[in-house]
């Protein structure tokens, strides 16, 4: 591949002297000596003819970053490329320790989907585009950056993708370390949401089965989503979770498969007979608490329990798994800061308007693991009551499910404001009238007391939870 660099002035003929910036860049190549970095350089001939001056560097049939903007693959090593990017650093013969870091990786990256969901790139990416050179982050602070050295992302990605084709209806991975069978079906749709679409797939001959969520919009929360359940499946805690099988990719779609549970959902048990037994409530927090307990200990926050993200593995004996971790977010190196979540399920905290009203206090806008505790005390109400906490009051009368002899308002009703801001400054009343309706056990009430809590720091903890009375 050749260079080209028009001379400076007319005239110029062969033998004569070469403009500074052309030296510079040719001296920078030649004692570089860094072929790993740099693209190799071959030579560089002035023409007489065109007045031009050409290099000859090596050729690269994939092309240049531009050519990929937008890829899976660059939003997958978009941490490894900036890392090496940052090591390209211009010889100390030229008189400069360092030189500006190339940002043009960068620029195209949408602010608004960054800031939303990774805000240490944002921070990062402020600290190389300041606009005073004594203000500019320079090539070692870069290197130090968190955000350059966390390369759990290109390792865990890499460690399950599975290389695949498409054949007619037919899915095709040449690699199947993480699931049996290399030849897969489409078969019926079991699920849709803002998320995606989860279709079933089936091996050729029908010996297995697994889910697969097909996302169209190959975002940085797909990635994410990858990024959890490789970080959980990694260490051996599918009692806890879904089984993460691999992620493959089509032109316009990434795909996350998972082992398939036949059970379905916990949405699907609310007010059932089988929920009804306190028993099966009992077991299924036990597990979720045991299941956040090792979530967390990874600094991993949910941010998304509800019953849709717990699939039923087993009734008898009771086993549950958490899935969907779309918006799951590892803390190591970042903050949790956006407000994410369902409506009805996040904790106060969470949001810029309820975070005022809490009685005492005084955080910012950061939060914790806390509020999956909040999350799980929401779902905890549900289904020992077949409603959510904080729902507006009705004049409709409640009556015993015929299914389940829970008492049950039929009609949906939507979160009530002004209630849960009356509780987070103080008001408690409203919670304890609405548990005593339904008889429940004092233990049960202390606990859903205990999680319940709008001051995040005053929270009942995940182990002190498990050692309740109710268990």
Known sequence: MVK??????SGVQLGTSIPNCIVHEIEAILKADREDLFARFLGWYLSDRDWNTDFAVEYFEDGDLDNIMGATWLKINARSITQQLTL???????????????VDLLRNSSVAEIKKNHMEILEFMKSLLALTPDARITVEEALESPWVFEFKQSQYF????????????????????????????REAKIGCGGYGTVWLQRSHGGSYERAVKAIQNKGVDSLREIEILSMVTG???????????????????????????????????IGTPWLAEAENTKEITKQLLEGLSALHSLRICHRDLKPQSVL???????????????????QIGTFLRMTYGTEGYYAPEMSNFLRREIKGFKGGDEYTTAVDIWALGCLLHEMLTSELPFLRRTTTYYEDSNESGIQVNTIPREQDLKLLMEFCGGRKEDLTESLERFYLEEPVVELLQCLLVPRPDERISVGNALSSSWF
């Not at 650093?89 to 870091?101: I, T, Y």
């Open 235 to 269: 260490r051996n805690l599918q009692p806890y979770f879904v089984e993460f099988l691999g992620w493959y990719e089509s032109f316009d779609s990434i795909y996350i498969a998972m082992e398939y549970i036949e059970g379905g959902d916990l949405s699907k048990a």
């Open 158 to 185: 890499s460690d399950y993708e599975l290389p695949t084709t498409f054949e007619r209806n037919n899915i095709v991975h040449s690699r199947t370390e993480w699931g049996p069978g290399s030849k897969w079906t």
């Open 4 to 9: 080209t660099f028009r001379t400076l002035g």
């Open 312 to 330: 039923i593995a087993s009734r008898s004996p009771v086993h549950v798994k958490i899935t969907d971790f779309g918006i799951s977010k590892s």
């Open 88 to 102: 390209r650093r211009a010889p100390r013969s030229l008189g400069s320790d360092s030189v500006d870091f190339p």
